[in-house]
């Protein structure tokens, strides 16, 4: 899967294919082809942080 740059727009990829198609963020990854631990970075370092009650990135 490819993954955009910019960490807005990559928030809304994965926020939408995890409400779309995955029940956890463990399934996309896999799925996908996702390096979990690199996704998670990426994000955090823009403030984003998965909440799995939610199934989202906040």
């Known amino acids: 899967m490819y993954l955009p740059e910019d960490p ?17 963020l463990d399934d996309l990854c896999d799925a996908e082809d996702i390096d979990r631990d690199m996704l998670l970075s990426k994000l955090a370092a823009s403030g984003y942080h ?4 939610q199934n989202r990135f906040r």
Do not use: A, H, M, P
């Open 8 to 24: 807005d727009i990559l928030l809304s990829v994965i926020n939408t294919r995890l409400r779309d198609f995955y029940d956890t």
């Open 50 to 53: 998965y909440d799995e009650t």
